[in-house]
């Protein structure tokens, strides 16, 4: 039990500690979260890779989305490298080359990495975007990620947030609270610590010199948008996050597909994690590598471990109450006799107790929930299913990195597209 107790107040301290420093460098930037850069006087060219594997259902929306942005024509490229897709995907891409929309790349199946590989060594603009082929973007999307690069030298890479496309079901609404806080109120305060630990592959603007200077992206890693940020870490590069450019991507609608994208993510972070090590506790990678992964990660873990233990004495205690019950032929009457002539209820530690170690962290994520929608004019009545339920999710997604960390230990294999 004591084990237990310290357990619950180590992560109740980090969760506590890692909001107040989120929370205070929000406050203190407040003001400057939606600000935009001054742009180049001359837009310079672009190119944005899609990389495609089996993507019939939406590459058309997606390049659609490309052809309609609002930048030169002639300053823009966009690079599509179908991976060996064996569906539709090359039928409905043929007619765009043909017009000269796009640059139509066809190799054989070598996964996403290799695939904006490719397009990287295609593209000979100073700025490249990458998307998936899953999403689309907003007309202004280059306008305003364009200038941030002009702000500071070392800035390599611009993540923007990332949307739900029209959500419709439960599950889908409630990922589109999870994205809304995860994926762009979140990345943009991480921004002001120089911690960013991921380029989400749904839509992101690199340095093309600075990418193929750091070797690329990592054909070996599953979650090739997370494991590259390391490397620009330790190589000293900045990334900056523009939330006012959006970004909007299909999700799983059903548990499976969740469960399949999240193994792949958290098994590839686990395992990025692992090839990082020595990015923990580095002082040279300032708050990246001393506050940011030692608190986020070392939380997380240890928050897995709490869930863990709280289950297993939850399945003792609820064995050895059964087991009493049984012995007696289930006559509560001694049990209820004795709870009534013993119990002393010293309330005020109880409920202090209550709400130090479990209301606290409910309020902190529900406190979060509501500031990070209400910047981006996101209405909490029109998603309130959602968003509520968001505040439970976690049950789910502590089982899919409890499966991921048997999946690393186990030395089991998860492929890209283990979904299709």
């Given amino acids: 039990m004591d084990n237990f107790l310290a357990l619950v107040y180590v992560v109740w301290f980090i969760i506590t500690f890692f909001f107040i420093v989120t929370a205070l460098t929000f406050i203190g930037n407040r003001k400057d979260f939606h600000r935009i850069p001054k742009g180049p006087t001359e837009l310079p060219r672009i190119s944005v890779v899609v990389p495609a594997f089996n993507e019939e259902r939406g590459i058309a929306q997606t390049v659609d989305s490309l052809l309609r942005l609002d930048y030169p024509k002639d300053k ?58 899953d999403t689309v973007v907003e007309p202004d999307v280059l306008k305003k990620t364009l200038p941030f690069f002009y702000e500071e030298d070392n800035i390599c890479a611009v993540i923007v947030r990332v949307a739900v496309l029209e959500p419709k079901n439960w599950l889908e609404r409630i990922i589109a609270v999870e994205y809304n806080l995860g994926l762009g109120f979140y990345p943009k305060i991480i921004s002001y610590l120089d911690s960013l630990y991921l380029t989400p592959g749904q839509f992101s603007m690199y340095k093309r010199e600075a990418v193929i200077k750091i070797g690329g992206f990592d054909p070996r890693s599953i979650v090739e948008d997370t494991e590259i940020v390391y490397r620009m870490q330790k190589a000293g590069q900045r990334i900056a996050c523009c939330p006012g450019a959006v970004a909007y991507t299909r999700v799983p609608d059903n548990i499976r597909d969740l469960y399949f994208q999240r193994k792949r993510w958290y098994t590839g972070t686990i395992q990025t994690l692992i090839t990082h090590k020595d990015a923990f506790f580095n002082r040279s990678l300032g708050n990246f ?61 109880t409920v202090n107790m209550f709400i130090l170690l479990a209301i606290t962290p409910f309020i902190m994520n529900l406190t979060a929930c509501i500031v990070g929608m209400k910047i981006f004019g996101e209405s909490i009545r029109k998603n309130l299913f959602g968003f509520i339920s968001f505040l439970f999710f976690f049950l789910p997604y502590h089982i899919f990195w409890i499966i991921s960390i048997y999946i690393v230990a186990a030395k089991k294999q998860v492929k890209w597209r283990e979904v299709m």
């Fill in 76 to 133: 823009l490229d966009v690079i599509v490298v179908n991976d060996g897709s064996k569906d539709r995907t090359g039928d409905i891409l043929k007619p765009y080359a043909e017009r000269g929309d796009i640059v139509y790349v066809e190799q054989k199946n070598a996964g996403k990495a290799a695939a904006l590989n490719v397009g990287f060594q295609k593209a000979t603009s100073e700025f490249v975007g990458t998307i998936d082929a």
């Fill in 289 to 349: 590598g001393m506050f940011f992964l030692p608190l986020n990660y070392g939380g997380n873990f240890l928050g897995i471990a709490l869930f863990i233990a709280t289950v297993l004495m939850f399945i003792q205690n609820t064995s050895a109450v059964i087991e009493n019950y049984y012995r007696v032929g289930f006559d509560f009457t001694p049990f209820a006799a004795n709870f009534i002539r013993n119990y002393q209820f010293d309330g005020y530690a």
